[in-house]
């Protein structure tokens, strides 16, 4: 009922910036929580940053201070703009929302992108 598509990956080099885009489209209402996981070879797949319908942010430590996460409502879209990027910040990134929808105002699920790849090395 509801697609989410990332865009954005790619690979850069350490220090440089990348920005992730993600857009919903579908039955869509409402979307409550947008966030941004990624998950790196042989690791488990990590929460990056959290944006609430609000505007309320937070992030994981290890990023906190480079990466920004924004909100469009209207548009139902969320992007992730990574700056002074390491090499362990190589990873698949996932989009994943909270979505309500049209019809069914107390049901909300969440929904989860298939991922860009972004890779970090010299």
């Known amino acids: 009922q509801v697609q989410l598509v990332e865009s954005g990956g790619g690979l850069v080099q350490p220090g440089e910036s990348l920005r992730l885009s993600c857009a919903a489209s579908?039955?869509?209402?409402?979307?409550?929580?947008m966030d941004w996981y990624r998950q790196a070879p042989g690791r488990q797949r990590e929460l990056v940053a959290i944006i609430a319908s609000g505007g309320t942010t937070e992030y994981v430590d290890s990023v906190k201070g480079r990466f920004t996460i924004f909100r469009d409502n209207p548009k139902n879209t969320v992007a992730l703009q990574m700056n002074s990027l390491k090499p362990e910040g190589t990873a698949v990134y996932y989009c994943t929302m909270v979505v309500t929808h049209i019809g069914r105002p107390g049901y909300a699920m969440r929904y989860w992108g298939r991922g860009t790849l972004v890779t970090v090395s010299s």
């Open positions: 579908g039955n869509i209402s409402s979307i409550n929580t």
